[in-house]
């Protein structure tokens, strides 16, 4: 999948992937008024609407950008529909070639992981079958139980030929109040990137490893180290955007050949209709919106790559 996901790239000239996070505030009133007409305000209401306005973007995005991200709490938070709709909008996603990056962040001890990782990328055996159940291409893994974490998720990688990115150093704000600490007068950050090449460097596809690394845009200097620390390690990069990360600030968590990275925008892309800078596409066309906001992150990334 990693090969896949490269060559995605390299063909659509598109280091970015869109990360579908539906929240309600965000979802256009004539699909809540339609949803709600037929299921009530229900979860299944909620659910309906989300399936429309995801729908509707990825069939404005799919010819430009190379894969999607779901993150699952987006869905999980109206339960068993929510579930339903992450699982249908994966399936939609990979109907049109789409690769799925699964935000679930999961990680246990050995057991757990094991069926984290059969839930999301491998198959559960039911009976004398094999079934697949949400069954994206990569999922984000928390590396914080250790190596018992990660081995399941690397063997099923192995088994369905699928991916991980492991978180290494956060987006968020507070990501330094353990991320950075110190230890051996090393911050912990750089410790887990030299895991993740570590476990990486048995799970090769072509050019790039099939395990990644989570690197957000916020923290440029720390990304630039990472990149040297895990060469082949393909870097998901969120925090453009919406969290203040700038195409400047991306460079260096590309390797020299333009590729090693893929930089995520969320509600920069599927909210994009709310700002004013889009704002002459109307609510009703939020989705036209969107494709082009996607169209600007696109140049905006490679302009600052080829500068
Ligand atoms: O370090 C991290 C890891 C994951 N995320 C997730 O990415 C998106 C970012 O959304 P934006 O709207 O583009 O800010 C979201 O799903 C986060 O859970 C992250 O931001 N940082």
């Known amino acids: 999948m990693i090969n896949k996901l490269v060559d995605k790239i390299k063909k659509q000239n598109a280091p970015v992937v869109v990360g579908l996070d539906p929240m309600m505030k965000f979802i256009p009133e004539h699909l809540k008024k339609a949803a709600f007409a037929e299921y009530g305000e229900t979860l299944e209401g909620a659910a309906e609407a989300i399936w429309q306005f995801n729908k509707a973007i990825v069939d404005n995005i799919y010819d430009i950008v190379p894969a999607v ?8 938070q ?55 159940a949400f069954n994206e291409d990569f999922a984000t893994v928390n590396p914080y139980l250790g190596s018992d974490g990660i081995n399941p998720f ?23 109040e353990f991320q950075d600490r110190l230890i051996d007068g090393r911050p912990l950050y750089e410790l887990v990137g030299e895991k ?8 090769m596809g072509d050019d790039y490893s099939y395990v990644g690394a989570v690197v ?22 969120p925090g453009y955007g919406a969290q203040g990360g700038k195409a400047e600030d991306l460079v260096h968590f590309f390797n020299e ?40 992150m696109i140049a905006d990334i490679n302009g600052a790559l080829h500068k």
């Open 216 to 237: 957000g845009a916020t923290y440029p200097e720390m990304g630039k180290t990472l990149r040297k620390i895990m060469p082949k390690a393909y870097i998901l990069v």
């Open 196 to 203: 993740v090449a570590e476990w990486g460097s048995e799970c």
């Open 78 to 132: 109206f339960g068993i529909e929510g579930m339903k709709v992450f699982q249908k909008t994966v399936d939609y996603c990979k109907s049109k070639d789409m690769v799925v990056i699964g935000d679930v962040k999961r990680g246990d001890i050995g057991s757990t992981s094991e069926a984290y990782a059969v839930a999301h990328l491998g198959k559960v055996q039911v009976g004398s079958k094999k079934l697949s």
């Open 154 to 176: 690397v063997k099923v990688c192995k088994e369905e030929k699928k991916g991980i990115f492991i978180l290494v150093k956060t987006s968020n704000p507070s990501s330094g």
């Open 257 to 296: 050949d333009g590729l090693g990275a893929i930089v995520n925008s969320s509600r920069g892309i599927i909210a994009a209709y709310t700002k004013e800078q889009y704002a002459k596409f109307g609510e009703e066309h939020f989705a036209e919106a969107s494709r082009q906001a996607a169209l600007d």
């Open 69 to 76: 991200k779901p993150q699952v709490a987006m869905y999980e």
